[in-house]
DNA sequence: AAGAATTCCTACTATTTTAGTAGGGATTAA
DNA sequence: TTAATCCCTACTAAAATAGTAGGAATTCTT
């Protein structure tokens, strides 16, 4: 799983959907104001969130995004994949030649790493997006 | 807190030392062949984790490194943090002008990255370098 | 004393990832 | 018909990561 700015602001455009819900869809100009994040950089991640059945989404004037599901049943984790993609912290396959190659040299820290990923994994299932109103 | 390949090598080489310890110094050679990865790159993580208390050098023929502790008093963390510097998983601050700037509109999600942080820092801080034998 | 093995230290570079910009097309409400 | 909006793709700039290079200093062995 990566954390990256791109995933903050998908938690924290999600957040401010949920919170400032009025009955309509929200544009993301309104969104970009209030978060202050560039509106182009939201219609991308909006996509991916739309891709992923977190948002539903109406064309056209007045138009925007609406969620898809009540808050209370859309975890952080399925925020963070949805603009993320990626699952593991460190991908030992990738670097096939050096480090970890999970052959003859065996990683010792192969475990290790995964049980991280359940642990961070684990956290972000937890949560959802209706709790971050507690929390900020 | 930073995951990357550095802090997997370092944790990955500390692991090593730990378990081919022999009585005198071990080599950057030897783990260089053992785990495959580059000599260059093993002497500037081991700078680091001498300079962070966390293994003892030898130099000259014969030279090499030991533990500085017994492995059951390493944590993971140390190793991490040795090499990786960084404390924290998403710097708010950073990005003072997107995003969140902790000051008007308040970043809503912010304290939940500092939950996230108290968490893997948590998972750091409870496995000792001891314990990867039983990983591994 | 010489040579080999090693740590020590700094600087550089290539690659990858992330963050963000740009521009135009499609759709819909007023 | 116009303005507001979503939709989509491609490009670019900046930052971080991973790794290389080269040489100096130290110590053991012969």
Redesign the interface.
Known sequence: MK???KG??A??AM??LA?NAKGGPISLTEISL?????LAYLEQIFLKLKNNKLVRSSRGANGGYVLEKPASEIK?SNIIYAVDEEVK??NCKK?S?????NKS?????????D??DQ??IG??EK?KLQD?AK??
Chains 1, 2 share one sequence.
């Open positions: 954390l990256t700015n903050r602001y938690v924290m957040a401010d919170s209030r978060q202050n994040i560039s952080l912290t460190l670097n030649k050096r480090g970890c190659n040299t065996k990683c010792i820290t192969h475990n290790l790493w049980q991280l642990h961070i956290f972000f949560v971050l929390l900020g």
